[in-house]
T-cell receptor, first 110, second 112 residues
Framework: NAGVTQTPKFQVLKTGQSMTLQCAQD?????MYWYRQDPGMGLRLIYY???????DKGEVPNGYNVSRLNKREFSLRLESAAPSQTSVYFC?????????FGPGTRLTVT | GENVEQHPSTLSVQEGDSAVIKCTYS??????FPWYKQELGKRPQLIID?????GEKKDQRIAVTLNKTAKHFSLHITETQPEDSAVYFC???????????FGAGTRLFVKA
């Protein structure tokens, strides 16, 4: 099992550019999440998907959109990147308790 | 809204000493409290968790305690080793679900 995978690992964008972060899990989990991690602020939930076909906003959803393409895949889209979105992004999936995280995407917006 | 406060933000101990990290949560409905360890440049990984019907749980050198009345829970690491150096996150949730709230993290340094 690969667990949770994310692409890309690193990305540099210019302000105003768009991009999609991809996430996939092979553990047959219903729930999937997108977090951002900034120094001193822990992990903040951007969006989550309780099951295929549903998505909901988390703590910091502004500037992002998500798509739960199927049970395995959950993508995060930045339509018009801003420097404030420079962060490390983690995707996660969960069964009934533990969250399994992907390796992260380090995004820099200049 | 709900939040989880974690202290200290940085902790430095000598190898062999104990380390204690404390968290408080605000949502009294929370019933599941995991702890994650994140090594430098890596993903967070679950190291131990506790449910609200249990006051203490131990796994080798790590233990967690929970005081539901005070809404406090703590991580205890005994006989620390250099490989324990990492960032530790506490979290609180209802049934491990969608509203998992993470603390801001504690950076632990274990000096050899």
């Amino acid at each position: 099992n690969a667990g949770v995978t994310q692409t890309p690992k690193f990305q540099v964008l210019k302000t105003g550019q768009s991009m999609t972060l991809q996430c996939a899990q092979d553990m047959n989990h219903n729930s999937m999440y997108w977090y951002r991690q900034d120094p001193g602020m822990g992990l903040r939930l951007i969006y989550y998907s309780a099951s295929e076909g549903t998505t909901d906003k988390g703590e910091v959803p502004n500037g992002y959109n998500v798509s739960r393409l199927n049970k395995r895949e959950f993508s995060l889209r930045l339509e018009s990147a801003a420097p404030s979105q420079t962060s490390v992004y983690f995707c996660a999936s969960s069964s009934v308790r533990e969250q399994y995280f992907g390796p992260g995407t380090r995004l820099t917006v200049t | 809204g709900e939040n989880v406060e974690q202290h200290p933000s940085t902790l430095s101990v000598q190898e062999g000493d104990s380390a204690v990290i404390k968290c408080t949560y605000s949502d009294s409905a929370s019933n599941y409290f995991p702890w994650y360890k994140q090594e430098l440049g890596k993903r967070p990984q679950l190291i131990i968790d506790i449910r609200s019907n249990v006051g203490e749980k131990k796994d080798q050198r790590i233990a967690v305690t929970l005081n539901k009345t005070a809404k406090h829970f703590s991580l205890h690491i005994t006989e620390t080793q250099p490989e324990d150096s990492a960032v530790y996150f506490c979290a609180a949730s209802i049934d491990g679900g969608f509203k998992t709230i993470f603390g801001a993290g504690t950076r632990l340094f274990v000096k050899a």
